[in-house]
Structures are given as structure tokens and as C-alpha cells.
Nanobody, 129 residues
Framework: QLQLVESGGGLVQPGGSLRLSCAASGGTLDYYGIRWFRQAPGKEREEVSCISHDTYSTSYTDSVKGRFTVSRDNTVNKVYLQMNSVKPEDAAVYYC??????????????????????WGQGTQVTVSS
């Protein structure tokens, strides 16, 4: 069974950068689309970014467009979220989640927490000067 582990979180200053990683074990990510979610204290979990198994489909929530970049390296079974120009409102626990990708446009179709059946434990991102 596919297992996901996030890493790379930590303390970052406003305007700084951080790269999160989502590593898979128990299987290959080659045929899985990955979506990043985040949850801030007292708020609902929200979708942040998505990448299909073949990278043809990607998406970003409006608040991170132009600042975050999702990528993947299937040779090392990892997906990344590069966070630049970080803002205080980006502080949250970040999760990666996977679903089998058999879609033409994975990120446009596989939307919502309930569509993902493999989750990591999350990594904390704290934004503070």
C-alpha cells in the first residue's frame, strides 16, 4: 500500500522560501497524481496545488499562484512544492495526498479530500520574522 511522508517544513521568514517534499514508499508514484493540501489552525483543510502523474496537468489555488511551484521526480519517487515569497497566511500543516491517475486532466477532475486515498502525516510550515 502506498505510503506518503512529507518533509521540508519549518520556520521561514516572510518573503523567504521553503521546499516541501512528498516521498512515497510501498509503491511507485509513476501512476499517481498528487495534490498538496494545507490546514491552518481553526481553518478547514484547503487544496494548494496538484500535479498529474505525467506532469501534464497542474493546478494552484489562487492565493499561491506565481509563488508556489509543484514538480515531481518519479525516478526518486518524490513530489515537491517549492514555496517562494512566503506570506504569513501560508503558515499551516501541509499534506500531500495521492490518487491513481487515469485521467486526461487529473488536476481538473480529482478534486476534494475524499478523492484521495493515501495521505502523509503532514509537515508544519511556520512563517515568522
Amino acid at each position: 500500500q502506498l505510503q506518503l511522508v512529507e518533509s521540508g517544513g519549518g520556520l521561514v521568514q516572510p518573503g523567504g522560501s521553503l521546499r516541501l517534499s512528498c516521498a512515497a514508499s510501498g509503491g511507485t508514484l509513476d501512476y499517481y497524481g498528487i495534490r498538496w493540501f494545507r490546514q491552518a489552525p481553526g481553518k478547514e483543510r484547503e487544496e494548494v496545488s496538484c500535479i498529474s502523474h505525467d506532469t501534464y496537468s497542474t493546478s494552484y489555488t489562487d492565493s499561491v499562484k506565481g509563488r508556489f511551484t509543484v514538480s515531481r521526480d518519479n525516478t526518486v519517487n518524490k513530489v515537491y512544492l517549492q514555496m517562494n515569497s512566503v506570506k504569513p497566511e501560508d503558515a499551516a500543516v501541509y499534506y500531500c495526498a495521492a490518487n491513481w491517475d487515469s485521467y486526461t486532466d487529473f488536476c481538473a477532475v480529482v478534486i476534494g479530500e475524499g478523492r484521495y486515498n493515501a495521505w502523509g502525516q503532514g509537515t508544519q510550515v511556520t512563517v515568522s520574522s
